[in-house]
């Protein structure tokens, strides 16, 4: 069962599906260009890490979730928020800190949630979400109901210590939990060739004897299909599963950071042959789709949604100060 | 002389430190050829070779426990973890292996590690990358903690702590990296070069771990403060003409008593700034220290100004952090009590 290396599965969709996937990539795409711009701008401040390019891996992953499944990431959220259908508003306003914002301000870019989404964080310590992840699938197999814990974490995070706590733990209690394993390629400056001792990171979990899955990440509908697999593993009380997710993100780190440890051309290459939002355009034209008009239409109608979040994110008010005090205990 | 930045003269501290000791390993998360996120460490791995400077995956619980277990074997390792915040996964290694080696081993194994760590906020950097965690360092024995103030400080202080045989966690205000900061958020902070503590030498020197500075003499009150709060502090003194003397404490753990009590019973007035939460923070050690030692001599309560009992908030940083207004208040408040 281990080291299934490829989805031996049927890769495609229908139009409907595809142009679904490709609205919700465009808004984060969309969204998170613009929250660059507000950034560039002086707007958001501190950290702020954008998920360009990596929009097929939670818009895959979406559509294989059913209500009530939970999701969990860390500090790169953005992109997983929009994808569990958390409104742009919000989510812009926490990273101008203000009071419209999921956390009110008190929060930022990397601490946000959403019960009624089933978005348990965004959280800035690397690694620090993965033993929650499986938390919660603790939870669901404790009330007997079906929900998969979805956790996703980086290639980075991938080598904090808790995380093998947490898959043993998954795995000795059968526990439904998917760990997605983001794998841009890059922890800040340094590359999984210099950080892991073994770069496959589906193997991350074989020493549990947890199966895991080398997955197109880059692929909408191979995300979606690996996903279908993960999570109906998990959801059937077979135990937890891993996705290496092999993705790529095309901004750097945070807002600054000098990129030196990757060529401008190595960027656009991909960018050039792997592009999600692109990969989504040929599948659809495969399809026989050609309608250049209904896909601007989205763009059209995703560039209004992203600057309706923009304009509440600037006009929401700044928290009242004695907001610093509430929330602390009960 | 040369003029450094507080980044320049930790750097410069380490490749003082790695040429004269090939013991010296510098070690972290992007640390060797990326040079480290705020640039500590650029150059060293060119310069001594990735055997000497490298990176580690993020992993600081095993790059602390590793750090220990070449240090018991006379390495002098110098670990970096990225920001202070996330040293919670080696804390069990700093508490449970680092302090307790020489103790349980009957002085037989020694761990002369640095953990170097920036700290405090100011940076805009929200509940996971402004944390001050020195209390935590300074509640357990075995350990000795640092704060520098100013770049000449810092290389002097560094190569003491890489050269001591305890282990040392130095931590490094990063709000302070490029110039004095004194929490005027609104106006440009002044640049090193223009300050006389950016005068660095570039080769070796040492300032002791135990030894306070007296960064103002003044006759009315006592301010005991260290890191980024030392500019704060005399931006209140400034502000309120308040004749303050102000003791840079430079290291929480050796504490500089002597020159604690000998200022306190001089002004007969204390107040304590930190940026980091004020229930259990080290201030509370401050103050019991100053009520055990110069009671008789105090003339009004000691007073403490210090981050709120709140996580480290994003969109209300300058409500919680302890600028000027704030110092300067509990100045004048110290004044009028009598
Ligand atoms: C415990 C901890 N250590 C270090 C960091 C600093 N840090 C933030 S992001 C990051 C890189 C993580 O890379 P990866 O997991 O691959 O995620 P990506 O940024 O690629 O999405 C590092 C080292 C942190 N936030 N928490
Ligand atoms: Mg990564």
């Known amino acids: 069962m281990a080291d299934d290396a490829s989805a031996k599965t049927n890769l495609s969709a229908t139009t409907e599906e595809l142009l679904?996937?490709?609205?919700?990539?465009?808004?984060?795409?969309?969204?998170?260009?613009?929250?660059?711009?507000?950034?560039?701008?002086?707007?958001?401040?501190?950290?702020?890490?954008?998920?360009?390019?990596?929009?097929?891996?939670?818009?895959?992953?979406?559509?294989?979730?059913?209500?009530?499944?939970?999701?969990?990431?860390?500090y790169r959220d953005h992109g997983h928020m929009l994808a569990c259908g958390m409104d742009p508003k919000g989510v812009m306003a926490e990273l101008t800190g203000r009071e419209g914002g999921y956390s009110k301000g008190k929060g930022g870019s990397m601490h946000m949630f959403s019960k009624e989404k089933e978005f348990?964080?965004?959280?800035?310590?690397?690694?620090?979400?993965?033993?929650?992840?499986?938390?919660?699938?603790?939870?669901?197999?404790?009330?007997?109901?079906?929900?998969?814990?979805?956790?996703?974490?980086?290639?980075?995070?991938?080598?904090?210590?808790?995380?093998?706590?947490?898959?043993?733990?998954?795995?000795?209690?059968?526990?439904?939990?998917?760990?997605?394993?983001?794998?841009?390629?890059?922890?800040?400056?340094?590359?999984?060739?210099?950080?892991?001792?073994?770069?496959?990171?589906?193997?991350?979990?074989?020493?549990?004897?947890?199966?895991?899955?080398?997955?197109?990440?880059?692929?909408?509908?191979?995300?979606?299909?690996?996903?279908?697999?993960?999570?109906e593993h998990a959801r059937k009380g077979e135990g937890p599963y891993v996705l290496e997710m092999k993705t790529y993100r095309y901004r750097g780190h945070s807002m600054s950071d000098p990129a030196k440890y990757r060529t401008r051309e190595e960027v656009d290459h991909i960018r050039e042959t792997s592009d999600p939002i692109k990969r989504c355009e040929q599948r659809l034209s495969e399809n026989g789709f050609s309608d250049e008009d209904q896909l601007k239409g989205i763009d059209k109608e995703i560039k209004a949604i992203v600057k309706g979040a923009a304009d509440f994110a600037l006009e929401s008010p700044e928290p009242a100060a004695d907001q610093l005090f509430t929330d602390i205990y009960a | 002389m040369a003029r450094m930045t507080m980044i320049q003269a930790i750097r410069s501290a380490m490749d003082v430190a790695m040429d004269r000791d090939d013991n010296v390993v510098v070690f972290g998360e992007d640390v060797g050829y990326f040079g480290g996120v705020f640039r500590c460490t650029q150059g060293l791995q060119e310069k001594y070779g990735p055997q000497r400077c490298f990176d580690t995956p993020i992993s600081e619980s095993g790059i602390i426990g590793a750090a220990i277990g070449m240090a018991t074997y006379g390495l002098r390792p110098c670990a970096e973890i990225q920001f202070a915040d996330y040293m919670y996964p080696g804390y069990d290694q700093i508490t449970q292996e680092a302090s307790r080696i020489r103790y349980r081993s009957n002085n037989d194994f020694t761990v002369p590690m640095v953990v170097r760590m920036p700290t405090g906020g100011g940076i805009f950097g929200g509940q996971t990358h402004s944390q001050s965690p020195?209390?935590?360092?300074?509640?357990?024995?075995?350990?000795?903690?640092?704060?520098?103030?100013?770049?000449?400080?810092?290389?002097?202080?560094?190569?003491?702590?890489?050269?001591?045989?305890?282990?040392?966690?130095?931590?490094?205000?990063?709000?302070?990296?490029?110039?004095?900061?004194?929490?005027?958020?609104?106006?440009?902070?002044?640049?090193?070069?223009?300050?006389?503590?950016?005068?660095?030498?570039?080769?070796?020197?040492?300032?002791?771990?135990?030894?306070?500075?007296?960064?103002?003499?003044?006759?009315?009150?006592?301010?005991?403060?260290?890191?980024?709060?030392?500019?704060?502090?005399?931006?209140?003194?400034?502000?309120?003409?308040?004749?303050?003397?102000?003791?840079?404490?430079?290291?929480?753990?050796?504490?500089?008593?002597?020159?604690?009590?000998?200022?306190?019973?001089?002004?007969?007035?204390?107040?304590?700034v930190h940026e980091?939460?004020?229930?259990?923070?080290?201030?509370?050690?401050?103050?019991?220290?100053?009520?055990?030692?110069?009671?008789?001599?105090?003339?009004?309560?000691?007073?403490?100004?210090?981050?709120?009992?709140?996580?480290?908030?994003?969109?209300?940083?300058?409500?919680?952090?302890?600028?000027?207004?704030?110092?300067?208040?509990?100045?004048?408040?110290?004044?009028e009590d009598a």
């Open chain 2, 134 to 272: 020195e209390a935590l360092f300074a509640h357990v024995s075995g350990i000795k903690t640092v704060i520098p103030s100013n770049p000449y400080d810092a290389k002097g202080l560094l190569i003491a702590s890489i050269e001591d045989d305890d282990p040392v966690m130095f931590l490094e205000p990063k709000r302070l990296y490029n110039g004095p900061f004194d929490g005027h958020h609104d106006r440009p902070v002044t640049p090193w070069s223009k300050h006389e503590m950016g005068e660095v030498p570039e080769e070796h020197y040492t300032v002791p771990l135990g030894k306070a500075a007296v960064r103002r003499e003044g006759a009315d009150v006592t301010m005991l403060v260290y890191g980024a709060m030392v500019y704060v502090a005399e931006a209140a003194a400034e502000e309120t003409g308040i004749d303050a003397e102000i003791i840079d404490l430079r290291t929480l753990l050796p504490l500089d008593m002597e020159a604690i009590e000998k200022s306190v019973q001089k002004t007969g007035r204390c107040v304590i």
């Open chain 1, 20 to 74: 679904k996937y490709y609205r919700d990539m465009l808004l984060i795409r969309r969204f998170e260009e613009r929250a660059g711009q507000l950034y560039g701008m002086g707007h958001i401040g501190g950290f702020c890490h954008l998920y360009i390019g990596q929009e097929a891996v939670v818009v895959g992953m979406e559509a294989v979730k059913k209500d009530g499944d939970q999701t969990i990431t860390g």
């Open chain 1, 120 to 231: 348990y964080g965004g959280h800035g310590i690397v690694g620090a979400s993965v033993p929650l992840g499986v938390g919660l699938g603790f939870a669901n197999r404790y009330r007997e109901n079906d929900s998969v814990s979805l956790t996703y974490f980086g290639d980075g995070a991938s080598n904090q210590g808790q995380i093998f706590e947490a898959m043993n733990m998954a795995q000795l209690w059968k526990l439904p939990v998917v760990f997605i394993i983001e794998n841009n390629q890059y922890a800040m400056g340094t590359s999984v060739k210099r950080s892991h001792s073994d770069t496959h990171l589906y193997r991350r979990g074989a020493a549990f004897g947890i199966p895991g899955m080398e997955v197109d990440g880059m692929d909408v509908v191979a995300v979606r299909e690996a996903g279908r697999q993960a999570v």
């Open chain 2, 276 to 335: 980091a939460t004020r229930t259990c923070g080290y201030g509370a050690e401050l103050a019991a220290i100053v009520a055990e030692n110069c009671f008789y001599h105090l003339e009004s309560p000691v007073v403490r100004v210090t981050g709120w009992d709140t996580p480290y908030p994003h969109a209300h940083e300058w409500d919680y952090f302890p600028g000027p207004a704030r110092v300067g208040a509990a100045l004048q408040k110290v004044m």
